[in-house]
């Protein structure tokens, strides 16, 4: 049986922060990546050290990531709320 999976390609225009990193040197970066030589789009991901290999992550276009902010706002402001 053939193997049909074209090669994953991409580049890492802007690595915009890196939200933890884990023991064994994998980080969850927040990066806008160019996948297969489309349109950056922002990313939040595990990566291996060195970008050595990818994890499972969402992309999301600059409209998604504004609905994304709205919504995480709304939670701190209510996580905010509970801590008074």
């Known amino acids: 049986m053939a193997d049909d999976r074209k090669e994953l390609k991409y580049e890492i225009i802007m690595n915009i922060g890196i ?17 297969n030589g489309g349109e950056p789009k922002y990313d ?19 409209k998604e990531l504004r609905s994304l902010k709205k919504l995480i706002d709304l939670e701190v402001e209510y996580l905010d709320s509970e801590i008074l």
């Open 44 to 62: 939040l991901r595990d990566w291996a050290p060195e970008h050595a290999r990818i994890g499972k992550g969402v992309t999301m276009t600059e």
């Open 19 to 35: 939200v933890s990193e884990q023991p064994g040197g994998w980080k969850k970066e927040f990066n806008r990546i160019s996948w």
